[in-house]
């Protein structure tokens, strides 16, 4: 059964930082592409960021490029993302996502809370 | 990196059909069959419906069909059921491996 867990989330001052990890079971991670998106409270679902199988290659929603790093550490089977010069509107429910070959999400985290107030 | 647009709202009664358009450009929707649905209720994690503009995951009714016109996908639940109430979002692979999400759509049944 394919699961996936994500942790590091808090309530976290603006301009803070944060590293959010997922740790994943129940399939090849390794072989697997894998995503973040986000959801505001009461918002929409918004793709925040995505990693290749190796690690090699990364790429980022225009709304967190610069700010946000994805990554991943395939002999733990966690995948990361680190949050910098954390804003307001960055506040959300985070959740990472198995990416599949016709570029579908079928499993989904439960998801870790970010919210950024002073 | 727009998000796909989506009508805010959708309602039918029971047994009705109802569909929700999701549109977006030729970098997205209209350049790649890779727009997929899902359904959210309050509170749950996302569900994928809809894969490939018209595949459904086993498990998912018939009742969902999913399909595509140059930039447009739409979704269609047809035999509406009190249990389809739910936030429904399109996404898309985009040009450059990016992904967008439309902004969903609150489906209501009268």
């Known amino acids: 059964e394919v699961q996936l867990v994500e942790s590091g989330g808090g309530l976290i001052q603006p301009g803070g930082s944060l590293r959010l990890s997922c740790a994943a079971s129940g399939f090849a991670f390794s072989s697997n592409w894998m995503h973040w998106v986000r959801q505001a409270p009461g918002k929409g679902l918004v793709w925040v960021s995505r990693i290749n199988s190796d690690g090699s290659d990364t790429t980022y929603a225009d709304a967190v490029k610069g700010r946000f790093t994805i990554s991943r550490d395939n002999a733990k089977n966690t995948l990361y993302l680190q949050i910098n010069s954390l804003r307001a509107e960055d506040t959300a429910l985070y959740y990472c996502a198995k990416g599949e070959v016709a570029g579908e999400f079928r499993y989904w985290g439960q998801g870790t809370l970010i919210t950024v107030s002073s | 990196q727009s998000a796909l647009t989506q009508p805010p709202s959708a309602s039918g009664s029971p047994g009705q059909s109802v569909t929700i358009s999701c549109t977006g450009t030729?970098?997205?929707?209209?350049?790649?069959?890779?727009v997929s649905w899902y359904q959210q209720h309050p509170g749950k994690v996302p569900k994928v419906m809809i894969y490939?503009?018209?595949k459904r995951p086993s498990g998912v009714p018939d009742r969902f069909s999913g399909s595509k016109s140059g930039n447009t996908a739409s979704l269609t639940v047809s035999g509406l059921q009190a249990e389809d109430e739910a936030d429904y979002y399109c996404?898309?692979?985009?040009?450059?491996?990016?992904?967008?999400f439309g902004g969903g759509t609150k489906l209501t049944v009268l």
């Open positions: 030729s970098s997205n929707v209209g350049g790649y069959n890779y």
């Open positions: 490939e503009v018209s």
């Open positions: 996404g898309s692979y985009a040009v450059g491996n990016y992904w967008v």
